[in-house]
């Protein structure tokens, strides 16, 4: 199903918006900014916003962060029209999820499209998260996405704790976006994406169009057998930002994930 | 085995630290300051120090954070003799939590003695804090403590889960100081303290002198249940802080959770 006919199915508004990008834009390309300068960060989003939908960031890593750079990020993200999506990873019971979420001076909750969830805590911390997002003043379309799967060795985000992620996207529909899935193994992705409903958006790490591992456990796939393996969004990292030009790398990357998407539709 | 001839066994320098303190300063409790103002959380800091062995933070909820705070944490912990123990919940693959460990702005790695991860990554997560430690200058004893369970409602921290996290820690046991263990439910905490290692701590958060829960799913039990099931460090939260006098209420928990390891060691 196209991304047009799915973004009516989606009941998140984030979600909604994200499908609707994504074939506007013709680009299910999101890159993952995994840099400590914050000028650097900002420098690769002007640089790729164009063949972006989606720009993840690790916030917490940023040496130099100021309210200024979300500030600067969110008028990028306006310039180039991509959504953002802090990895945040929360992972906490939900009173304090709540407050990671509102509270501190990342104020995560006033800028980021979306975040995402470790289910260990159990529902409380999609609960709490939800709570956070009524409690920040700002008005427009949030949404959560669920590590469902993880990438790197020996995980444990299989079998039954990928049932519970997807059974709990069911519930909190209205809040959920979609899903992490595994972006290093097609098999196990397909597992996620035969189960995973219409509305929800399966988003992929772990991508790298050379495939390998670095040497802290984490494993790369292709964007072909991601797309393939139902995967709705890849995520690139280190294969864009540390190319010698990250802008004709991220095209390359957009052309794979795109013309992977049309087939796939297509039925092919 | 008392804490004094556990410090021994202990492989982990922090651990070993921990567990000397608790033997000297006869107080095994340490207090979750979940507060969003500075100020707060250095005034409880100073209020509860003398009862405390260890404080437990959320450093990313604090709304008005400069490092001058950790700085003056840091200053409390030498006065009153406590630990400090930031409860970030790690849970991203090793490349990334060595980042979030050792850069941005919070740099836990510089004044944290402890910090704690899930293991849903795998064992790269512990591997990644493990080379964030070498990475920062500071040199001062520091722990891993694993999740290996949780106390929240529908917790996915069960069963395999836990086994798995039990033999991380003892794969990884120079790193690893300990585990978080289910404080809210005696039965599955035994199931933990059970199976840990002597050099290991138990810590169990979820702990109440009067028992209930709160509206986003948290669960609680009392100092007492937590130590005869084999919890080596209580951890108390809004038991303490929202309390009248959180002075009073910390000297209560301590006495209740000491006297209750003292009739442990006697084999009560």
Redesign the interface.
Known sequence: MPYVKRAKQAKNPAARSLFELMARKQTNLCVAA?L?VAENVLALADTIGPDIVLLKT?V??????TPDFTEQLTKLAEKHNFMIFE?R?F??????V???YS????KIGEWADFVNV???????VI??IE?GMEETEFEFPRGIII?SQ?S??????TGD?MA?AVGLAHVYKKSVAGHIGNGSNAEELKKLTSVTEAGHIVFTPGIQLGSHG?T???QYATPQSAIYAGSDCIIVGRGIYEAESAEKEAKKYRQAAWGAYVQRVKGK
Chains 1, 2 share one sequence.
């Open positions: 995994d400590t690790h917490d890593i940023i040496e130099d962060f990895d990873k992972a906490d019971i939900g009173n304090t709540r407050l990671q509270k501190g001076i990342y470790h289910i260990v805590p159990g529902s409380g609960k709490g709570q590590l993880m790197s060795k020996g995980n444990m985000a704790y519970t670095d802290l456990e984490q």
